[in-house]
Nanobody, 122 residues
């Protein structure tokens, strides 16, 4: 049974930082590209960042470039999202996802976590 469990969400201040973690189990972690997505109230789920199987390649949404950093530790089966320079518009539920194919498309993800709420106050 595959499980992706996010942690690290909470209340942050504008200009501050938060670090999200996603621990994976039940799958061969290094076989999967990993991604972070987010969904704000009343909006569709959107891509934030993704990282290749080896961690050698990363991709970001324009909204995340220069502020967020995705990384992974294949020995710990964990992917991270370091979020700096937070903005109120970053407020959302953040989800991690695993995909066999290299993709930023929500529909291409094979497995999802249940999400962690990030709230950024101004």
């Amino acid at each position: 049974q595959v499980q992706l469990v996010e942690s690290g969400g909470g209340l942050g201040q504008a200009g501050g930082s938060l670090r999200l973690s996603c621990a994976a189990s039940g799958l061969t972690f290094s076989y999967y590209g990993m991604g972070w997505f987010r969904q704000a109230p009343g909006k569709e789920r959107e891509f934030v960042a993704r990282i290749s199987r080896s961690g050698g390649s990363t991709y970001y949404a324009d909204s995340a470039k220069g502020r967020f950093t995705i990384s992974r530790d294949n020995a710990k089966n964990t992917v991270y999202l370091q979020m700096n320079s937070l903005k109120p518009e970053d407020t959302a539920v953040y989800y991690c996802a695993a995909s066999i194919v290299a993709s930023s498309d929500v529909k291409a993800m094979n497995y999802w976590g249940k999400g962690t709420l990030v709230t950024v106050s101004s």
